[in-house]
């Protein structure tokens, strides 16, 4: 982004040594197309942090659902081969305690941490990645047509070539109604 923030300052340098009024009309797009596009960066680098977060959240989620589904196998091993022992007074209730475990290992919505409640967390958290992972994306399309806007326009003004203007206008215009539906939440 530096780089275009470059042309843009160069741009508007050019049009303050023509002294000219539509390289300053330019000047103006171009400032209004940097902070455009400054916007659009902050919406670009808040959907990727929103990525990340969910993404780290998932991994944990499913971090956790191993290790309890670890755990409730040993559970379910360890009734089984109770099961198997010769008959002793104590031998049901440690089996009672074993299948309980791994029942409330399995699921357990008082707590609200069994693998069955970490499985739905996850897919929840993969949903949201998702969402922030495309949103990140659509924003990269924004921010990329405002720098070839910003360009645009700054070429106008060195080369006096109307058109370029219009052009960087035109698509800066286009990227910034496009930025205003991505951050509204329409894509």
Same mark, same amino acid.
């Given at each position: 982004?530096?780089?275009?923030?470059?042309?843009?300052k160069?741009?508007?340098?050019?049009?303050?040594?023509?002294?000219?009024?539509?390289?300053?009309?330019?000047?103006?797009?171009?400032?209004v197309?940097?902070?455009?596009?400054?916007?659009?960066?902050?919406?670009?680098?808040?959907?990727?942090?929103?990525?990340?977060?969910?993404?780290?959240? +998932?991994? /944990? #989620?499913? =971090?956790?659902?191993?290790?309890?589904?670890?755990? $409730?196998?040993v559970?379910? !091993?360890? @009734?089984?081969?109770?099961?198997?022992?010769?008959?002793d007074?104590?031998?049901?209730?440690?089996?009672?305690?074993?299948?309980?475990?791994?029942?409330r +290992?399995? /699921? #357990?919505p =008082?707590?609200?941490d069994?693998?069955?409640?970490? $499985?739905?967390?996850?897919? !929840?958290? @993969?949903?949201?990645?998702?969402?922030?992972?495309?949103?990140?994306?659509?924003?990269?399309?924004?921010?990329?047509?405002?720098?070839?806007?910003?360009? +645009?326009a700054?070429?106008s003004?060195v080369?006096?070539?109307?058109?370029?203007a219009?052009?960087?206008g035109?698509l800066? @215009?286009?990227a910034?109604?496009?930025?205003?539906?991505?951050?509204?939440?329409?894509?």
């Amino acid at each position: 982004m530096s780089e275009t923030i470059e042309h843009a300052k160069e741009g508007i340098e050019e049009a303050h040594h023509h002294g000219d009024s539509r390289a300053r009309r330019t000047a103006v797009l171009i400032a209004v197309l940097a902070a455009a596009l400054a916007l659009a960066d902050m919406g670009e680098k808040g959907a990727q942090n929103q990525y990340l977060t969910h993404h780290i959240a +998932l991994s /944990d #989620d499913w =971090g956790f659902f191993q290790a309890k589904n670890v755990r $409730a196998t040993v559970r379910a !091993a360890e @009734a089984t081969v109770l099961e198997s022992l010769p008959a002793d007074p104590a031998t049901p209730a440690r089996i009672k305690a074993a299948r309980e475990e791994e029942a409330r +290992l399995r /699921d #357990d919505p =008082g707590k609200g941490d069994g693998m069955k409640q970490l $499985a739905e967390r996850a897919e !929840a958290q @993969a949903e949201m990645r998702d969402h922030a992972f495309h949103r990140y994306h659509q924003y990269e399309i924004v921010v990329g047509g405002l720098q070839i806007a910003i360009v +645009l326009a700054s070429v106008s003004v060195v080369t006096r070539v109307v058109a370029l203007a219009y052009a960087g206008g035109l698509l800066g @215009a286009a990227a910034g109604a496009y930025g205003l539906l991505v951050a509204g939440g329409a894509f």
